[in-house]
């Protein structure tokens, strides 16, 4: 859509709001001038960790001119994981709504141009796994201590250990210390 709201504004704060869905995220990419946003403490992010995590992801996917997000800086990975992880988490509903969808998605449509477009694994089955990128790898974090914390994330093959780091700091952010130690598993999954 071409009317575009509030060219001039570039800085919006609605944290402690009453936001629980996102379908006003959806309206504030008409904003094009809109980089910063805060939005912290609305009923849109969950109730731990993992749930904050993925609103965040949803909400930076769905707002493609925003750089800051809580006053955190959104870098090009985060982005792109973010993106990725939208386009993956909504293609069962495109598929199957594809006009209604990119009417209630607005920015779906382009991230598809920017990554492609996500494909199901057997479009003869029920899709019960979605696949966008394999240069993504199942990476399952977890915080041993005495409340086990476990968070399943996608991120790249390419990520190096120190953006690794930042990324899990930023996972577990009230857990860790400035020395992280990480113990690799590897499991091959060779479904087909």
Request: glycine fraction near 2%.
């Amino acid at each position: 859509e071409s009317n575009e709201l509030f060219p001039s504004l570039k800085y919006l704060y609605i944290s402690d709001n009453k936001i629980d869905s996102y379908s006003s995220i959806n309206e504030l990419s008409r904003i094009s001038s809109l980089i910063s946003l805060s939005i912290l403490r609305n009923p849109i992010y969950g109730t731990n960790q993992f749930e904050n995590e993925t609103s965040k992801q949803m909400i930076i996917a769905r707002l493609p001119y925003l750089t800051h997000l809580n006053r955190v800086l959104i870098n090009r990975d985060e982005r792109r994981g973010a993106e990725i992880d939208y386009l993956q988490r909504y293609a069962q509903d495109y598929f199957d709504h594809k006009l209604d969808f990119i009417h209630q998605h607005r920015q779906y449509q382009k991230l598809i141009i920017k990554h492609g477009e996500p494909f199901l694994t057997n479009q003869n089955q029920i899709f019960d796994s979605l696949y966008i990128r394999q240069d993504l790898l199942k990476v399952q974090f977890e915080f041993a201590d005495e409340n086990d914390i476990k968070i399943e994330k996608k991120i790249p093959s390419s990520m190096t250990i120190t953006k690794l780091k930042t990324f899990v700091r930023r996972l577990f952010p009230s857990q860790l210390t400035n020395d992280i130690q990480f113990n690799l598993f590897v499991v091959i999954d060779k479904k087909t």
